[in-house]
């Protein structure tokens, strides 16, 4: 890894070496930073709209719910094997090929349309099983290529400092959050028809997914990647997770839960903003003495809110990441679970009003506080060289108890009501952040 040169921090002058010596960017940290900003915002311009997409082209809520399930699979599944091939081939090589990967889901997913129907067992499935090939491709950079990322800041970090090293890569990735989906809300409003509209939106994700792969392949400084051992198999795995540092063990608990509640009712968001509420944006805006009548549809209007929600998540990401540095990283992590805990239940009992799910998506926001300090305490017990394959299994352990989260989350939607699933997830996520307030410990370079 190449290292920060104080002195050449010193001669930095301006707004971009401020900005450098705070958020601590040493030369890897920004260019993953920058490839982190790519993807996340040809992720976050389709992920989220994804369910909407999914109804438009003939799913049920089920169908809808087993789509999320599909993603707790993928992010079960690929972080593992992601950080090992990090581990063993190098941070650059490993991120160049998820991203060539993730590029060609976004692909299938813009053509899904086109493709039509599939023939399975003399039964057609109607076209929106493209949008489940299209995901085993899409989310490669995103899990795949997890422990890399995660790996990339440890090596390149004190390890007092993890937290605002994260900050770092996740303000890049969050101003993306931001960006992305009012970008996709102004892309929508160009058609009527939310499946001609939203394929605009996938054009432009593909083409950020070239830029990232391009930009983080040539950029990335190698020389120095520390590369671990070769992956031996099962065995390995079951050797990874014996040992786990014991500080990780009651925050995978408390978070494994947490996100159990989270994933029940993440994919259907969108669906209670566009569906239930049916809520848009009407008003008229006068500039220089002439009128403009603004009236957002509820799909291009769900993309602002979730604008609204990575803008407070921005503004609160770098003071939590400085107040755990004071108070330590559990407090903060524990305010983050809450949110996510809570919020469930505030969407599905607000008024069916624009200014409340304004309020109600701000509140949302609250949630990414805690984020850095989360990935500090995971990645900060790790010896030097094993950060990918620690993440990994943390992830790999986190996200196989959530895999069916979605799809009771959907049966639920379908065949009880979407208010006892949201209340029923709420319950869930607020026994994990009890469970975690009262046995999380904290990393030992935050005490």
Not at 143 to 159: E, N, Y
Not at 266 to 290: D, H, K, M, Q
Request: no cysteine; charged share 10%; net charge neutral.
């Amino acid at each position: 890894m190449t290292q920060a040169d104080p002195a050449a921090d010193r001669e930095t002058g301006g707004p971009v070496g401020t900005f450098r010596r705070f958020f601590a960017l040493e030369r890897d940290v920004l260019v993953l930073s920058l490839a982190m900003f790519a993807f996340s915002l040809g992720f976050q311009m389709t992920n989220r709209f994804l369910p909407e997409y999914l109804v438009a082209l003939g799913a049920s809520g089920v169908v809808v719910g087993l789509f999320g399930t599909a993603g707790n699979v993928i992010s079960a599944i690929y972080p593992y094997p992601g950080g090992a091939i990090s581990d063993r081939i190098g941070s650059r090589n490993a991120l160049t090929l998820f991203g060539v990967i993730s590029t060609l889901g976004f692909l299938i997913w813009a053509f899904a349309p086109d493709l039509g129907g599939v023939a399975l067992a003399g039964v057609t499935v109607r076209p929106w099983i493209w949008i489940f090939v299209g995901v085993l491709l899409a989310q490669a950079w995103k899990s795949f290529g997890l422990g890399a990322t995660f790996a990339v800041v440890k090596q390149a970090t004190d390890p007092s400092r993890l937290a605002a090293g994260f900050a770092s890569t996740e303000t890049f990735r969050r101003t993306a959050f931001l960006v992305g989906p009012v970008l996709a809300a102004v892309l929508i409003g160009l058609h009527p028809a939310f499946t001609t509209s939203f394929r605009y939106v996938l054009g432009v994700a593909v083409a950020f997914g070239i830029v990232g792969t391009v930009a983080q392949h040539v950029l990335y400084d190698a020389s120095a990647d520390s590369i671990g051992d070769s992956f031996a198999g099962v065995a390995a795995v079951r050797s990874d997770i014996r040992e786990m540092p014991d500080p990780l063990r009651p925050l995978l608990v408390g978070d494994t839960l947490v996100r159990f509640a989270n994933g029940m009712v993440y994919v259907f968001f969108v669906l209670v903003v566009t569906r239930i509420y049916a809520v848009g944006f009407e008003t008229t805006v006068s500039v220089a003495g002439l009128s403009y009548g603004v009236d957002l549809a509820p799909a291009a209007f769900f993309g602002y809110l979730l604008g609204v929600e990575m803008l407070v998540a921005l503004l609160v990401m770098a003071p939590a990441a400085k107040a755990a540095e004071r108070v330590g990283l559990k407090p903060v992590v524990a305010v983050g679970f809450a949110v996510y805990a809570l919020f469930p239940v505030v969407l599905i009992n607000a008024p069916d009003t624009a200014a409340a799910m304004v309020a109600v998506f701000a509140f949302s926001g609250l949630r990414f506080a805690g984020l850095p300090s989360h990935k500090a305490l995971i990645v900060g017990p790790a010896n030097r060289g094993a950060g990918g394959r620690v993440t990994g299994t943390y992830y790999l352990l986190r996200n196989t108890v959530v895999i069916p989260s979605a799809a009771v989350g959907g049966v639920l939607w379908e065949f009880v009501s979407p208010t006892v699933a949201f209340t029923l997830a709420a319950a869930i996520g607020v026994v994990g952040t009890g469970y975690f307030l009262l046995f999380g410990r904290e990393f030992e370079a935050y005490a």
